[in-house]
């Protein structure tokens, strides 16, 4: 995931070596009609991401253990998570990686990783993200993904929320 990652963000390095992050950028952005939630702090970096997969809250190189609606436990580690801004082209990239998701299914259990990546302008009001999301996942036998077959899927946030201010 790696090399994906790197073509992903156009190798720059992560954004804890930007000396000062743009502060319209920090908070909470949401994804319009879906689930996805990232916070964004003012040091650049990026907390925490609400993410589709288990509908779980997620943190960087934390494990993250939820229940299940049958009451079967499943968990998800975050890996590195990357926040970086463009000023000349308005351009936020965000990376967030899942080291290890286990979902416990009926029937089935989802055992693998997964790397989502987004990328795309904010606007001049700093409210609104548009942005492109690829997501590259191995999530074992019974969902393999074709490296022939990613896309980008077009998704946008609004900015709903300071750092540590509660999401309405």
């Known amino acids: 995931m790696a090399v994906v990652f790197c073509l992903a963000s156009g190798c720059n390095g992560p954004a804890s070596s930007n000396k000062a992050f743009p502060s319209f950028l920090v908070g909470t952005w949401q994804m319009e009609g879906g689930v996805w939630r ?3 702090e003012p040091n650049g970096t990026v907390s925490s991401a609400f993410v589709p997969m288990g509908e779980a809250e ?3 190189n934390q494990t993250t253990e939820f229940e299940m609606a049958d009451g079967s436990k499943s968990h998800i580690t975050g890996g590195e998570f990357l926040a970086e801004y463009n000023p000349s082209t308005r351009e936020l990239f965000v990376s967030i990686e899942q080291k290890e998701i286990y979902i416990v299914l009926p029937g089935y259990t989802i055992n693998g990783n997964g790397l989502d990546t987004f990328r795309g302008p904010v606007s001049k009001d700093g409210s609104t993200w548009n942005a492109g999301w ?3 996942f191995d999530y074992g036998p019974l969902f393999p993904q074709d490296v022939n077959d990613i896309y980008t899927e077009p998704i946008v ?4 929320a300071e750092p540590n ?3 309405k």
Do not use: D, E, H, L
């Open 38 to 40: 990232i916070v964004i």
């Open 165 to 167: 201010a509660p999401v």
């Open 134 to 136: 690829t997501n590259v």
């Open 58 to 60: 997620i943190r960087p």
């Open 157 to 160: 946030f609004k900015k709903v």
